[in-house]
């Protein structure tokens, strides 16, 4: 379609033909970002200047913006063009040329990190459609699409389901593939943190039927639909599913990312990818992936196509996964880990942050009870899933008012209060049942630790981080031993190589410790006879 398209604005020759290539034109534009299209609309609307209806260039300005404002080095350009567009859409009463204004207005601001505004602006787009006695369904549908995401991001209104489920029909009926793509992952992302579990379900499978389906689907779209799904998984702590999907999606999109649009989703596979790996236990091959995303953020061909929003989350989310590598070690990285800190405590209120790292941060960062309290008051819908952690390590801080049992028995009640959450995920099950296993092993109640423990021993593969799982075969195997079997050492002595062979320094030690233990409690058992 695209080759057709080039040859018939080099041909045009009236206004008939013009208006006749305006709704494949757009289709064209939607799905190609390229310096070849920005040419040819530039002809286009040349002889546009030369012909009276100026609704028609209206239509070719909004495309011709489009090609041009994914990237900082154009936002000048393109606030004149924007500019131009509205003046003349003014000038002829064209309601829709102007609510297209509004919502590229809206886009730019949120570019540029401005969200209150270009809230406002997406708002004022709506106003005009809602005025148009005959809307145009493309002015529409790309109008209401801003306003869904954009109504989600600051109000978190279920309203924005709906919206998008509209804007995915047309886009799928119509070609629009870059959009549908794009919409049904955000829609997706939506329902799930809206917690309806099965809904998000079925959106994932109808994202892997459009992929076996529409052979019309581009690279870059494909790895946009895998990015999603992978994010998907990520969001349900399924690591395995969310690595395979993600590097599915880089691969897609690593060729083209430098000089395309989806720059951001290239740098948001990878980050991602660091996390996930890390929390594996790969932590060489998680290293290796902060350093290429440390190489994209770097990179201005890269950057500039990214928006303020989305540049702070890929920091965060990379300062989160450095933070968990370095706290694995031994050696000492004091100075790492307090810059570090002080980095995810800027952002901490502003992005997305995964439970597991963010909970590993709480725990490794030694914060103060002051800064625990500040934290405690975050509307981060993150931070706000942590809450119990905080409490937890809130009540830690206030030691001094209880005998060390009474603690623990406090801690472990602030700590059960997360399993009254219905959408807690397994991993974060597992994470909170270790921290009640620590605080058994600190009063001594190893047989107790067995209790707490013992339904995850049939099960332990399933648990996908690998930290965390080789730290539950340790406190089992102590709790086994405490209960009697007189085999748990030998076959704690295997998560202590475990830990030795992936990088978990800290975790070696404690299961060392533990093995001493349970090597004094032979003794005695032996001389008892």
């Known amino acids: ?26 289709v064209v534009c939607a799905n190609s970002k390229s310096k070849r299209m920005l040419e040819n609309l530039e002809v286009a609307i040349e002889k546009c200047n030369n012909m ?17 404002y994914q990237d900082y080095k154009n936002i000048e350009r393109v606030n004149q063009l924007l500019v131009e567009m509205e003046e003349i859409a003014h000038k002829i009463d064209y309601k829709g040329g102007l609510a297209l204004v509004a919502q590229i207005r809206g886009y730019v601001k949120f570019f540029q ?12 787009a709506i106003e005009i459609i809602k005025t148009m006695k005959k809307q145009d369904t493309y002015i529409r549908n790309v109008c209401y699409y801003s306003y869904a995401i954009s109504t989600w991001l600051d109000h978190r209104e279920n309203n924005s ?3 998008l489920e509209n804007c995915i029909d047309y886009f799928l009926f119509n070609g629009y593939y870059h959009s549908l793509g794009k919409a049904i992952g955000v829609l997706l992302i939506i329902v799930q943190r809206s917690q309806q579990r099965k809904k998000a379900k079925y959106i994932v499978e109808k994202m892997l039927d459009f992929k076996a389906s529409i052979k019309q689907f581009p690279q870059d779209v494909l790895g946009v639909l895998d990015l999603f799904i992978g994010f998907y998984h990520k969001l349900s702590l399924n690591l395995n599913l ?9 691969n897609n999109l690593k060729l083209i990312s430098k000089n395309n649009k989806y720059s951001e989703y290239y740098l948001f596979s990878l980050s991602n990818i660091a996390e996930i790996l890390a929390l594996q236990g790969k932590i060489k091959m998680s290293l290796n992936q902060i350093k290429q995303v440390e190489k994209l953020l770097d990179d201005d061909n890269i950057i500039n196509k990214i928006d303020n929003q989305n540049k702070r989350q890929a920091y965060h989310t990379l300062n989160l996964t450095k933070f968990y590598v370095n706290t694995k070690s031994l050696v000492d990285k004091s ?12 952002r901490i209120d502003q992005c997305y942050s995964n439970p597991i790292m963010l909970t590993e941060f709480l725990l490794n960062s030694k914060l103060t009870l002051r800064k625990l309290l500040k934290l405690r008051k975050s509307e981060n819908i993150s931070v706000k899933g942590v809450e119990h952690i905080i409490n937890y390590l809130i009540e830690k801080r206030k030691l001094f008012k209880h005998s060390k049992e009474k603690g623990v028995d406090k801690y472990i009640k602030i700590l059960n209060t997360s399993k009254r959450n219905e ?13 009640i296993a620590q605080e058994l092993f600190d009063v001594k109640e190893y047989a107790e630790i067995y209790t707490q423990l013992r339904k995850y021993e049939k099960i332990l593969d399933t648990i996908e981080a690998l930290e965390m799982r080789t730290k539950m075969e340790g406190f089992l195997e102590l709790g086994k031993f405490a209960v009697g079997d007189v085999l748990a ?41």
Request: cysteine-free; proline content about 2%.
């Open 335 to 346: 100075k790492q880990i307090q810059i570090l800190r002080k980095k995810i405590l800027n």
């Open 161 to 163: 389901i709906k919206i």
């Open 242 to 250: 969310a690595e395979k999907y993600l590097t599915s999606s880089k």
């Open 423 to 435: 959408n807690q995920t397994f991993l974060e099950e597992v994470q909170i049942n270790l921290l």
């Open 1 to 26: 379609m695209s080759t057709e398209i080039n040859k018939k604005i080099r041909n045009l020759n009236s206004e008939n033909e013009l208006k006749s290539i305006i709704p494949k034109l757009r």
């Open 52 to 68: 009276s209806n100026k609704k028609l260039l209206v239509d070719l300005l909004e495309l011709k913006i489009k090609q041009l």
């Open 113 to 124: 990190g401005n969200r209150k505004e270009s809230f406002e602006e997406i708002k004022k």
């Open 489 to 529: 050492p030998g076959k704690q002595y295997v998560a202590i190589i475990k830990s030795r062979e992936n990088g978990f320094k800290k975790l070696e030690k404690k299961l060392l410790e533990q093995q001493q233990l349970m090597k004094k409690w032979a003794i005695r058992r032996i001389k008892r006879g």
